[in-house]
């Protein structure tokens, strides 16, 4: 059964500082990982996709790698800001039955104070 | 285009009744994932559905959980005779293509679930 692990699971950080969150998985035979945001009481946003053959993918600010092998991601934030505080989520999906299913961690809850 | 939509974005129950989610996926989508997300807890998959098909619900649980996705209209989870640890919220994804994990999935604003 896959487990996927965020840590930390609490951040507060002023203005500016660039951050790294980090997602661990159990089972390295995935099919791809995907970062997300959730702000409190909405929906999720996807930041970034990983396909299993891929070792990072970039947008703005954020950087996500992928190391299959030792079973972890980093989403990295340069220059945080007060908006990018959120809690951020880690997913991993893999193939079961034919069927694509993600394994979310519990997520980071990421504070940026001015 | 509008996005994922779900309704109603709170639903309050008292114990033993049924609740009833709505979730319309973006158009043009047709593959649909209901999650739920316990306090405290990360979000959990429930069931994938495509049209008129159930793909997989190996995360829903056996008893008072059913869930559909009619030819036409939106995709229901239906809770029957709820209980205090239906509490959660609720939400529903969307993706254009099959299999859903190659893209990324469009999530709704959830329905929070709460139960008396």
């Known amino acids: 059964k896959q487990e996927v692990t965020q840590i930390p699971a609490a951040l507060s950080v002023p203005e500016g500082e660039n951050l790294v969150l980090n997602c661990s998985f159990t089972d390295s035979a995935i099919y791809n990982l995907q970062w997300f945001r959730q702000d409190p009481g909405k929906g999720l946003t996807s930041l970034l996709l990983i396909q299993s053959s891929q070792r990072e993918q970039t947008s703005g600010r954020l950087n996500a790698s992928l190391d299959k092998s030792s079973g972890r991601s980093t989403l990295y934030i340069a220059a945080s800001q007060p908006g990018d505080s959120a809690t951020y989520l880690c997913?991993?999906?893999?193939?079961?039955?034919?069927?694509?299913?993600?394994?979310f961690g519990r997520g980071t809850s990421l504070i940026v104070h001015p | 285009n509008a996005g994922v939509m779900q309704n109603p974005r709170h639903l309050v129950r008292r114990r033993g009744q049924e609740a009833r989610l709505r979730c319309s996926p973006m158009?043009?989508?047709?593959?649909v994932y209901w999650y739920r997300q316990l306090p405290e807890e990360g979000l959990k998959f429930m069931v994938y559905l495509q049209k008129e098909n159930i793909i997989d619900e190996s995360g829903m649980p056996k008893e008072r959980f059913s869930a559909e996705f009619p030819k036409e209209g939106p995709s229901i989870l239906r809770i029957q005779q709820v209980v205090r640890g239906d509490s959660a919220a609720y939400f529903c994804?969307?993706?254009?293509?099959?299999?859903?994990?190659?893209?990324?999935?469009?999530f709704g604003p959830g329905t929070r679930l709460l139960v008396l």
């Open positions: 994804a969307s993706s254009l293509f099959e299999p859903l994990g190659q893209e990324t999935q469009y």
């Open positions: 997913a991993v999906t893999h193939v079961s039955g034919g069927s694509y299913i993600p394994t």
């Open positions: 158009k043009g989508h047709s593959h």
